[in-house]
T-cell receptor, first 110, second 111 residues
Framework: GQQVMQIPQYQHVQEGEDFTTYCNSS?????IQWYKQRPGGHPVFLIQ?????EVKKQKRLTFQFGEAKKNSSLHITATQTTDVGTYFC??????????FGTGTRLTVIP | DVKVTQSSRYLVKRTGEKVFLECVQD?????MFWYRQDPGLGLRLIYF???????EKGDIPEGYSVSREKKERFSLILESASTNQTSMYLC??????????FGQGTRLTVV
């Protein structure tokens, strides 16, 4: 089956520190999406990357799609307590499927 | 706003029971998905459907079946519930190539 791995599984940071999570796929992806799940909530869409080497920014969040379209990263600059949650990448290999990564749970210590 | 509604937030069932989890979306999305979420394992795709009466297996279909008789409704069926199916179940829907919208989840406990 589809393998989308994320590292690290858990990350604890001091408020104000940066945070990065990495996503790796065993197969080439048509696009990649990122989601955030707050504690007790459901995953909510953040962004979609389609092009090889694409970089997108949302305020303090920077998303990158690898040149080979097999990996991606999410970087948060100067974390805040509101960033707490689990971040998932999700890859599409076909038109209709959507396989999620294992997720990175971020804890921000005030 | 898109709404994806799962029939139950919490469910407790006995081993061997047949369990139905229902999901309804109101945005005419062609794609619907069922995932289960377990600590450390992320969201694992059980089944997805890209059209009425069409379905495809995800990564972990064993012990589950699905039904999509109408476009807005996607049901997950546990033919004979077992304790290892205790989990959080999440339904999602999307248009092809677009973002997925999730329901609130059903926490199923099999005793």
């Amino acid at each position: 089956g589809q393998q989308v791995m994320q590292i690290p599984q858990y990350q604890h940071v001091q408020e104000g520190e940066d945070f990065t999570t990495y996503c790796n796929s065993s197969t080439t992806l048509s696009n990649i999406q990122w989601y955030k799940q707050r504690p007790g909530g459901h995953p909510v869409f953040l962004i979609q990357l389609v092009k090889s080497g694409e970089v997108k920014k949302q305020k303090r969040l920077t998303f990158q799609f690898g040149e080979a379209k097999k990996n991606s990263s999410l970087h948060i600059t100067a974390t805040q307590t509101t960033d707490v949650g689990t971040y998932f990448c999700a890859g599409k290999t076909g038109a209709n499927n959507l396989f999620f990564g294992t997720g990175t749970r971020l804890t921000v210590i005030p | 706003d898109v709404k994806v509604t799962q029939s139950s937030r919490y469910l407790v069932k006995r081993t061997g029971e047949k369990v139905f989890l229902e999901c309804v979306q109101d945005m005419d999305h062609e794609n619907m998905f069922w995932y289960r979420q377990d600590p450390g394992l992320g969201l694992r795709l059980i089944y997805f459907s890209y059209d009425v009466k069409m379905k495809e297996k995800g990564d972990i279909p064993e012990g589950y079946s699905v039904s999509r008789e109408k476009k807005e409704r996607f049901s997950l069926i546990l033919e004979s519930a077992s304790t290892n199916q205790t989990s959080m179940y999440l339904c999602a829907s999307s248009s092809t190539g677009r973002r997925a919208f999730f329901g609130q989840g059903t926490r199923l406990t099999v005793v």
